[in-house]
């Protein structure tokens, strides 16, 4: 089989989903039949697919998300952005050869936090409703994961592993040098969510020439926004949404029916209080500058 050379490896809720999108678009790009495969999960990963995973498939279940790959593309991608974390995914790729050119997509830590709570508390469902930021600030900051019990939260479990994970998934220099440990730098680009929006075709052509795709096709095309959360209203009939399409089969069919949906189930969500993000930023600064140094990244647009 035909293995992708370029992977969206992270990081979640940092537009990776638009960025796919994007370059699926492009008609040198073939991209997977699902953004998310999922495939290279670890074992003791939330997100381990029993039906579907490099452990017990191998390469021969790869294959199905790529079908009828026509040998004319020059780039064929799949973006799982929770790769960033997985060692399955690392050790995988690291040892094909040639090796798949890997983008890391990043955002400010703090929002990408914020954005991940609203996500997980507001769409999944899988974060009590009662729970604010400020909260999750206190929790992260403090050490206070010991103290949930007291809280009266639902869903404990689940709530203490997301708290865990926040702080090491965000010091952004740590995961991907882990990375860097087996790409030469030619292999790795990253990118900034913040500028991507703000400037989406200079972002854009800047990975096409680094793939060495036409760039030109970007500088008339149209960037439709991908995956933006919103607080649901009714949460029973958003958990039918949930549990009902992935039998939609028709990509336009789901494509309206989740527009429809959108506008008479959500809203908005709250922003975050700023406090808790200035918080957040003041811990993340050092790793925030050690992540520039050792990168040559500008990322005045976090401050």
């Known amino acids: 089989m035909r293995l992708p050379n370029l ?7 940092a537009g990776s989903s638009s960025l796919f999108y994007w370059l699926k678009a492009h008609p040198e790009v073939y991209g997977a039949a699902s953004k998310e495969t999922f495939y290279f999960m670890d074992r003791d990963s ?27 593309a020059k ?34 830590p703090s929002k990408r936090i914020f954005s991940d709570f609203s996500f997980t508390q507001n769409y999944l469902g899988y974060l009590d409703s009662r729970l604010t930021f400020n909260r999750v600030t206190d929790l992260l900051l403090n050490d206070g994961r010991d103290r949930l019990e007291d809280l009266g939260y639902s869903n404990q479990d689940f709530l203490r592993q997301w708290l865990e994970d926040q702080l090491p998934n965000n010091r952004y220099y740590e995961v991907i040098n882990r990375w860097a440990k087996h790409f030469p730098p030619e292999k790795i680009q990253i990118l ?5 929006v703000a400037n989406p075709v200079e972002t854009l052509c800047s990975v096409s020439e680094r793939l060495g795709i036409d ?17 649901i209203k009714n949460k029973l009939v958003h958990q039918l949404l949930l549990k009902f399409a992935p039998y939609l089969s028709s990509s336009r069919l789901r494509s309206t029916l989740k527009s429809m949906y959108f506008k008479l189930n959500s809203s908005a969500v709250k922003p975050a209080e700023l406090e808790s993000l ?26």
């Open 75 to 108: 780039i064929v991608v799949e973006a799982t952005p929770h790769y960033i974390y997985q060692k399955t995914a690392l050790d995988f790729f690291a040892s094909c050869d040639p090796q798949p050119h890997i983008i890391f997509l990043l955002r400010k």
């Open 278 to 303: 200035r918080r957040l930023d003041d811990y993340f600064r050092p790793h925030n500058q050690q992540l520039a140094e050792a990168f040559n990244l500008n990322l005045d647009c976090w401050n």
């Open 192 to 196: 900034l969510f913040e500028k991507m």
């Open 46 to 72: 939330i997100m381990f697919k029993p039906e579907a995973n490099y452990h017990l498939h191998g390469l021969d279940g790869y294959q199905a998300f790529f079908p009828n790959c026509p040998e004319e």
């Open 7 to 13: 992977i969206v490896a992270g990081t979640p809720k």
């Open 215 to 231: 760039a030109n096709f970007y500088r008339e095309f149209h960037f439709e926004k991908r995956t933006q959360t919103m607080a």
